[in-house]
Each structure stands twice: as structure tokens, then as C-alpha cells.
């Protein structure tokens, strides 16, 4: 079913008396035994986990709100579906100038990627490739992504700030039926790693650079060792 939901492996919340009452393990361990089995595999790669979707029935599972799923924010550019969920929820060509946004005429993608859910998201999710503790990758891109500051917090630390105009209706009951009413509201972006710092204390910020640059030669050596197996097993008759 193309419309059925996925597992978001980014964040799962479990009810562990539940849980435990539906044998939820057993199951998964019983798919996932059955899916080695295969001589294919159940799934084409890329697919959410499979046991998941097999195990998670309907009536096992409640969706989250979208607050919940704010994701996306460590991502460079945007899909054309994206970049028209945010025309629907009032980006006009203004705001989108106003945001720098620009467009690859032939694909549709368009860069950077903009997240207006982070106003009022419930967790934060850096997915892709451009990790806020990691300062150095966003330094060196052109366009890093941009979120929506969030409520009850000031840009004023922000490298980068600024507000563009979205715009939309609303209905308005009268005696006679209803009226369509146009509206419009501001909404201040920043730099996404600002949005981490600000939920972030400098010492850990700190503490996590320091983590990378630590590992950061160990796994250049492990990187160097796999490129040149991969050599070596495609050389292999």
C-alpha cells in the first residue's frame, strides 16, 4: 500500500508495558529470522526497515503529530515535492527570494533547504549530511539550510537572520454562509545550526568538536583501508 505509514527510525516512542503484552520482539525477531531465510530478501534496498512494517500492525501503532517529525534539517537542497508543501503553506516568490532560495530549472530541487516546522517542533532532527556540530561543513557550503526561529526564542546571537511575509486565507462564518479571508503573518528564519546552539550549551557544543576531531584520523585510516579492498575485490577474476 503506497499510502501506508513507515516507522521513522529517527525517533521511536514505546509504550514497553504494551510492548511486552503484544510479544512485539518475538515478532520482529520472527521476521527478521524469516527475511535471512529468503533467498532475495523481502524488500529492495531503501525500503524502511521490514520488519518493522510487518510487525507494527495498525492497531499496534499511533502516528505522531508532525511536531514530532521535524526533520531534514542537516540537508542541502529540497525536492520539488517539498518546495511545493511550502508554496501550499503560503511561500510566495517573495519569501522564497527573500530566503535565497533558488531553483535547479531542470530538476525542480531547490536550495537550501527551508524548514518552517521548527517553530514549533517538539524534537529536531538533523538528518543529511550537514551536522550542526560540526561547523566546518556548513562554513565551507554556499547555501546551508534555514529554519524558522523557534517560539519564545531570540535570533539575536543569530550569523544570520531575517523575516519574510507568508501569506494564506482563512474562513469567516457569517449569517449568509461563509467568506474566504486573505491573511499574512511574518516568520523570522536562521541559520539551522543556530536553532542547535540555542537548545545547546557551548560546553557541549564544544565537547562534541572535540569528539570528531579525535576520531577524525582513525577514520580517514579506515576509509583509505576499504577504498582500497574495494579496489582489490574488483580486480578479482
Known amino acids: 500500500d503506497p499510502q501506508a505509514c ?5 525517533l521511536v516512542l514505546i509504550d514497553i508495558e504494551r510492548w511486552s503484552e503484544e510479544k512485539l520482539t518475538e515478532d520482529l525477531e520472527g521476521w527478521l529470522s524469516f527475511t535471512r531465510r529468503t533467498e532475495h530478501g523481502l524488500w529492495q534496498p531503501g525500503v524502511p526497515p521490514s520488519a518493522w512494517l510487518l510487525a507494527l500492525k495498525a492497531d499496534r501503532f499511533v502516528e505522531l503529530d508532525q511536531a514530532w517529525g521535524c526533520n531534514g534539517l542537516g540537508r542541502k537542497e529540497m525536492t520539488p515535492d517539498e518546495g511545493s508543501a511550502l508554496r501550499r503553506s503560503g511561500f ?3 519569501a522564497f527570494g527573500d530566503l535565497h532560495v533558488e531553483v535547479d530549472r531542470e530538476r525542480g530541487n531547490m536550495t537550501p533547504f527551508v524548514a518552517d516546522c521548527t517553530g514549533s517542533a517538539l524534537l529536531l532532527h538533523f538528518n543529511g549530511p550537514l551536522k550542526p556540530w560540526d561547523r566546518q561543513s ?3 557550503h554556499r547555501k546551508p539550510p534555514v529554519c524558522a526561529l523557534p517560539k519564545g526564542y531570540s535570533a539575536g546571537s543569530a550569523a544570520w537572520t531575517t ?3 507568508l ?4 474562513y469567516v462564518n457569517l449569517k449568509r454562509g461563509r467568506k474566504r479571508k486573505l491573511t499574512s503573518w511574518p516568520m523570522t528564519f536562521v541559520r539551522c545550526y543556530d536553532v542547535w546552539r540555542m537548545h545547546i550549551s557551548d560546553h557541549m557544543d564544544c565537547a562534541l568538536t572535540d569528539i570528531l576531531r579525535e576520531w577524525a584520523p582513525d577514520e580517514r585510516v579506515w576509509q583509505n583501508g576499504l577504498r582500497i579492498a574495494t579496489k582489490k575485490t574488483k580486480k578479482t577474476p
Open 6 to 10: 513507515a516507522p521513522q527510525r529517527g
Open 92 to 94: 510566495d516568490k517573495q
Open 138 to 140: 556548513w562554513e565551507h
Open 163 to 165: 523575516t519574510v511575509t
Open 167 to 170: 501569506h494564506g486565507h482563512t
